[in-house]
């Protein structure tokens, strides 16, 4: 393929897993050249020529798609995927709002991420807790019943993911128990059903996100607090990251009874802000109301959990496990940081011993570091909190990056400002030990009287079905 000014490389319409597709496309450069375009030929050895009219040949660079490129693009989703996809987005939200909005035994429920609302605080330049009140009073001002914090989910996953932590470390010397992988992530669980399979998916927490707890709680605690029927609340959720949509998409998280999903709709941090601009709201000026609380009628007091924007799993499971397997109060949080800073170390010693050997890998470049130990036989942590962005989820690709009209390196410059402010707003907020979250305990305690199982899942490898014959790079 040969072009003047921006083009795009694409293959063959392929029904792929995570490799090249007609959906897998990279921009280029090529050069402008005087010359006329000559046809393309392809040597015995796969390169790829330019043949001009006075027969000289020319060899075409090949593009190089590397593992960043494919976590910005959705070229590895299939084509029933993308459609899922494609139903979640804030004009999708805005036509459900118009048809049941006022309409008895109907409901719209929202839940918000506070990396989301870090993320909004940050663009508009006030404290989480304003972003959050307008952000409420907004929603309520289209007419949604309820607007939950997700930190009511996040709760109920550090702690189950705590007690699914000690199960598989008492049984570690069994096949498929450590290192427990975390699987808050999407992106990250994605890529492993869709290039690993068997050899990565048993060690992954089967402890629901927080976006998927929330759900759960949604619709099975919610709407029975409504007297709604499951499928008549649409659930809509605000997250700072893209791979949630395919999340609340998979079948795992479809009632066949009630023939709904557990987040019927999600959309970014992004779209939130597109859809007040397209709303015409100024929110600066936006009337506030509150977060709600899940179990009265009454505000939730909005905080958060200790270790960072990830979720905080790594540091809770830490200090939970270092006391119920060791003894150990309060162990320092001390992560050593080697030359990829993405990847991060942390370690308990007992009597000069090391005891547990935790580890947080963020990006794909430390993901595939993780996945080469493993498959290798050579992993020696214990449990590894992994996210497919680089920082983690203040960083993800549905957060609010400005740098309009910028140069390269000036857009580097600005996203790492706004990372630092996003992250530092999000850090604002004060923290709570999940144990101390009385919502998150009474729902939690009494969905699982009657689904003991209702905060965790499954994962399913996808088979490939690349023919490799028909892909060159």
């Not at 999000?426 to 030990?433: F, I």
Request: glycine residues 8%; charged residues 25%; aromatic residues 8%.
């Amino acid at each position: 393929m040969a072009a003047t000014g921006g083009s795009i490389v694409t293959l063959t319409d392929l029904n792929d897993f995570i490799a090249p597709s007609q959906a897998c496309i990279k921009p280029v450069t090529i050069e402008k050249s005087k010359k006329h375009s000559g046809k393309i030929a392809i040597e015995k050895d796969g390169q790829y020529v330019e043949v001009q009219e006075d027969g000289s040949r020319t060899k075409l660079m090949k593009a190089s798609v590397t593992l960043n490129d494919c976590l910005a693009c959705s070229g590895c989703v299939t084509s029933a995927e993308s459609v899922l996809v494609e139903q979640q987005n804030h004009r999708e939200f805005l036509r459900e709002m118009a048809k049941r909005n006022g309409v008895q035994g109907e409901a719209v429920v929202i839940t918000v991420s506070p990396q989301s609302i870090a993320s909004i605080a940050g663009q508009y330049s006030v404290s989480i807790k304003e972003a959050y009140r307008r952000t409420a009073g907004y929603f309520k001002g289209l007419g949604v019943a309820k607007v939950y914090d997700s930190c009511i989910g996040r709760s109920i996953a550090l702690l189950e993911s705590h007690q699914e932590f000690i199960r598989r470390f008492k049984s570690k010397e069994e096949k498929g128990q450590c290192p427990m992988l975390a699987s808050a992530c999407p992106g990250w669980v994605c890529y492993a059903e869709k290039r690993y399979g068997d050899v990565v998916l048993p060690y992954i927490s089967t402890t629901k996100s927080p976006q998927q707890c929330m759900g759960s709680i949604v619709k099975n605690f919610v709407s029975e607090k409504l007297g709604i029927k499951p499928n008549n609340v649409y659930h809509v959720t605000v997250m700072p990251c893209l791979d949630k949509k395919l999340e609340a998409s998979r079948d795992d998280f479809y009632s066949d009874i009630y023939k709904t999903r557990d987040v019927d709709c999600v959309i970014t941090t992004g779209e939130l802000d597109l859809l007040m601009t397209e709303t015409g709201v100024q929110f600066s000026q936006q009337p506030e109301s509150y977060i709600d609380s899940i179990i009265s009628d009454t505000e939730y007091n909005v905080t958060s959990h200790a270790g960072g924007a990830a979720g905080g799993f790594l540091e809770h499971i830490y200090r939970r496990a270092s006391k119920e397997l060791f003894g150990v109060e309060n162990p320092e949080i001390k992560f050593t940081t080697k030359r990829n800073k993405d990847f991060r170390e942390l370690t308990l010693e007992v009597d000069g011993e090391a005891k547990l050997k935790f580890a947080a890998a963020y990006g794909f470049r430390s993901i595939q570091n993780v996945v080469r130990m493993m498959t290798r036989g050579k992993c020696n942590y214990h449990f590894i909190e992994i996210m497919a962005c680089p920082k983690g989820c203040n960083n993800g690709g549905g957060q609010l990056k400005g740098g309009a009209n910028l140069s390269e390196s000036e857009v580097r410059l600005k996203a790492e400002e706004t990372f630092a402010k996003v992250d530092a707003l999000y850090s604002s907020l004060p923290k709570h030990e999940p144990e101390e979250d009385k919502e998150a305990e009474t729902v939690a305690s009494a969905l699982r009287t009657t689904q003991p199982d209702i905060f965790h899942t499954q994962y399913h490898p996808v088979e490939e079905t690349i023919i490799p014959e028909l892909v060159q790079w």
